[in-house]
């Protein structure tokens, strides 16, 4: 037998212990969507030909045998929405788990799929190892720490998504290696401090949520085509701040460096606080920003030639430095 397909067939029960000694020519093994529970047997490895492993949204429970990684045809895996950690083994959780399988997977694996599965501890930095992964799916668990450096090194990656853990520290700048990446989730990164996202081919207007960051202490979004109305946003952040400091007066008073140049940013240009120290070139060439006299910006003049587009910088960096316990 080469291919098993029992998905969304109400099975239930556990799955035999033998199972994977009478499945020596296993290639594709899908049972997902059913209501199978236990554990998930040891001897499937024996099963050494398995290209796809398919058992999300059942009830299987405990820790998924570290032996996967002698799967070496193993090209899609896809452990979601079981019970991976149940209550009964919450003193030996899967922060174990994930760094000894990640490991022994083969470079051949594509696909992996573990959203949802209350994986605990950190992503290790053997991630880096599967270097034909395309997907990386590890959205929705307790992960903590910080995103391995190694992602960048998977170059083959086009979906990688993050979000709905407890990661913190810097988005690495190693991830603007993976050039054929479409599919970047890291939203809930609250605890976020440095962001660099420059020399990219980023458009449309900075999203409001951009601004929640309460403990960002580093932005960089220069080289970029960004645009729309800014000031608001930045007003957001003055107030975020100020809720954890409430000594601090003035909009940003750390601020040390803004360049809006060639953009095609709008809204007034406030002159109070840091802001009164900033020079003309500082928002020189926008589409629609309101100039007070003191500065004199002179309105954005679109050139017909073929240099319009050639000068599209934003450099906008929020240096706060940590005087606040909060911080």
């Not at 992996?112 to 501890?121: D, I, P, S, T, V």
């Not at 309105?299 to 430095?321: C, F, M, Q, R, W």
Request: contains cysteine; charged residues 15%.
């Amino acid at each position: 037998m080469i291919v098993i397909n029992l998905i969304q067939n109400q099975l239930s029960g556990h799955l035999p212990s033998t199972m994977g000694c009478t499945l020596p020519n296993l290639e594709r093994l899908t049972l997902s969507h059913n209501k199978l529970s236990g554990t998930i047997p040891n001897s499937i490895i024996n099963a050494s030909k398995l290209i796809t492993l398919n058992l999300g949204y059942n009830y299987f429970s405990g820790l998924i045998p570290n032996t996967f990684g002698n799967l070496r045809f193993l090209n899609w895996l896809s452990p979601v929405q079981n019970y991976l950690m149940t209550k009964p083994l919450a003193a030996n959780p899967l922060r174990g788990f994930l760094p000894s399988l990640v490991s022994n997977f083969s470079a051949s694996l594509q696909e992996f799929n573990a959203y949802g599965c209350e994986l605990k501890g950190s992503i290790p930095q053997e991630i880096g190892n599967l270097s034909g992964l395309i997907v990386l799916n590890l959205f929705n668990n307790d992960l903590i720490g910080t995103i391995p450096k190694t992602v960048g090194g998977l170059q083959q990656l086009q979906g990688l998504d993050l979000f709905g853990n407890n990661l913190q520290g810097s988005i690495p700048y190693d991830l603007c290696n993976l050039k054929r990446l479409y599919s970047l989730l890291l939203q809930g990164l609250v605890s976020l401090r440095e962001l660099y996202l420059d020399s990219n081919k980023l458009s449309s207007s900075i999203p409001s949520s951009f601004w929640n960051l309460e403990y960002i202490l580093q932005i960089d979004l220069s080289s970029n085509s960004l645009s729309g109305s800014l000031l608001p946003h930045i007003q957001k952040l003055k107030q975020q701040s100020l809720r954890k400091n409430s000594q601090v007066i003035g909009a940003l008073p750390h601020l040390k460096q803004l360049n809006l140049s060639y953009n095609r940013l709008e809204g007034e240009i406030p002159i109070k606080g840091p802001f009164r120290n900033f020079s003309t070139q500082s928002c020189f060439g926008n589409y629609a920003l309101g100039s007070p006299p003191i500065l004199q910006v002179p309105p954005y003049k679109e050139d017909n030639g073929e240099g319009t587009e050639k000068a599209i910088v934003l450099v906008l960096k929020y240096i706060l430095p940590r005087l606040y316990p909060s911080y």
